[in-house]
């Protein structure tokens, strides 16, 4: 346990941003894994519809330093590869 005013309000402060950057990586993950879902089910309209959702929730992940820039616009890049390589729905 810290002693130091500092060190116990740094702790505080830890502990509530672990919570925010949590709740915002879990947030993510479950829009990536929507997504992965529409494309597997090879429903591209569904597809669509979810990485319009995902995308800027991705993207703002990594504008708040919950995820490297680079990663989330790999996965952006990825993701609508996916999505544009599945026949269009007849």
């Not at 990536?32 to 089910?41: S, T």
């Not at 429903?43 to 979810?50: F, L, M, Q, R, V």
Request: hydrophobic letters at 45%; charged letters at 30%.
């Amino acid at each position: 346990m810290a002693h130091h005013k500092s060190a116990q309000k740094r702790i505080r402060r830890n502990a509530r941003r672990f919570a925010i950057n949590h709740a915002r990586k879990s947030r993510v993950r479950t829009f990536i894994k929507k997504v992965e879902l529409a494309v597997a089910g090879g429903d591209k309209a569904a597809a669509d519809a979810a990485f319009k959702v995902a995308q800027p929730e991705m993207m703002r992940g990594a504008q708040k330093g919950v995820f490297h820039k680079n990663t989330m616009s790999r996965k952006v890049s990825r993701l609508s590869a996916q999505i544009k390589a599945l026949p269009a729905a007849a």
